[in-house]
């Protein structure tokens, strides 16, 4: 057997090996194979290359499904899906079946007619008054906020030395920062200079 | 869809997961956590890491989920994500994939465990020289050739999904993985004869 057909066979074996040889060259190899001692050494070799990789495997831990399903965060395509929106649409639906029924219930016993109508309209009124006192409650501490933040403001530069001290805790504050940055500083260059750059290869 | 006993393919399990079935996500992570752990361990040679960084990746995956395009296969995807996060990593800690219990810059010498199947005082021994040889053995061998040998002997991707995530031709995958086992051979040659 000449040298270049043992090296056809070899990477015939390593294909074979990987179930991708060609059911043709398969018969060829085996009938190759029942010949040439070299050639069976080598597939018994490889198929012991592959044992050793095998047998080399790291166990995962028993915990692993569970510790990557609990981190799986809410994502955007979930909050998308008509299945995320089902519960809240079931939610309405049942808010406003028990409206219906508290407001059917409130016209039979107000015996209809008239009564009933204005006993619809007062519930809404009720509403529309609950939505009036919030807006009005919150403007009149928005405003409580401005006036307190005025006041604050016209102490402060009623007078040329408080004018200065706050100016001068202004100076303060940014040497503070100013001194933070400096020894934040060489940390990041040290840092900087261990990583390799975009273009190193690995291995 | 399948049927009876049949196990669904992953296309089925990610619409299945798509469709609302979070658990179903449970499923593919069963199917894939062993290949993508032992990957990233041979690859960054730390058991924590790796399974850190495999809970990293299939977090990442779930939250692009929508984007995955089932005209190819879920596997090729999730390494292609987990060959991209570990080439990141390595790089920030500017691991270097040379032999074992070599010292790193800092003076640090680090030794790398594998499993050991075999009992007794003697077989933990011949284990412990087993396992450091395999991954010393992978560690020598170039860059090109490590990778495809990690896809297809521990992550168990055919040739034709090497192929797509390297973006080679189908030929050279052969041929490189043809290389790369001759010189596994030749590194692990007191293993193969036992």
Known sequence: ?203 | MTRGTEQPTDEELVAAVLSGDRDRFGDLIDRYQGRLVNYLFRLLRNADDAHDMAQEVFVKVYQVLDRYDPQYKFSTWLFRVAQNAAIDQIRRRRLKLVSLHQEDPEGESRDWDLPAPERGPYGELRNRERGDAIQEAIDGLPWEYRELILMRHTAELAYEEIARLKGMPLGTVKNKLFRGRQMLKEKLRDFVGE
């Open chain 1, 1 to 203: 057997m000449n040298q270049p057909d043992h090296s056809i066979f070899r990477e015939w074996l390593n294909l074979e090996v990987d179930g991708q040889l060609p059911d043709e060259r398969r018969a060829r190899l085996e009938d190759h194979l029942s010949s040439c001692q070299e050639c069976q050494d080598e597939r018994r070799d490889l198929l012991r290359v592959h044992r050793i990789l095998e047998r080399g495997r790291l166990p995962v831990r028993a915990d692993f499904r569970q510790s990557v399903l609990a981190a799986l965060p809410p994502t955007g395509w979930e909050a998308r899906h008509p299945r995320a929106w089902r519960f809240p649409a079931a939610v309405l639906v049942l808010l406003g079946g028990a409206a219906v029924g508290l407001l059917s219930v409130a016209h039979s016993a107000a015996g209809g007619g008239g009564r009933g109508g204005s006993a619809i309209l007062g519930a809404l009124l009720a509403i529309g008054g609950l939505f009036r006192a919030t807006l009005l409650a919150g403007f009149g501490l928005l405003n409580a906020s401005w006036k307190g933040f005025g006041l604050v403001a016209g102490d402060l530069f009623a007078s040329p030395l408080t004018i200065g001290a706050f100016g001068l805790l202004v100076v303060c504050l940014n040497l503070l920062l100013f001194s933070l940055l400096r020894r934040k500083r060489p940390v990041a260059a040290e840092a900087s200079r261990r990583t390799p750059g975009n273009g190193s290869r690995l291995g």
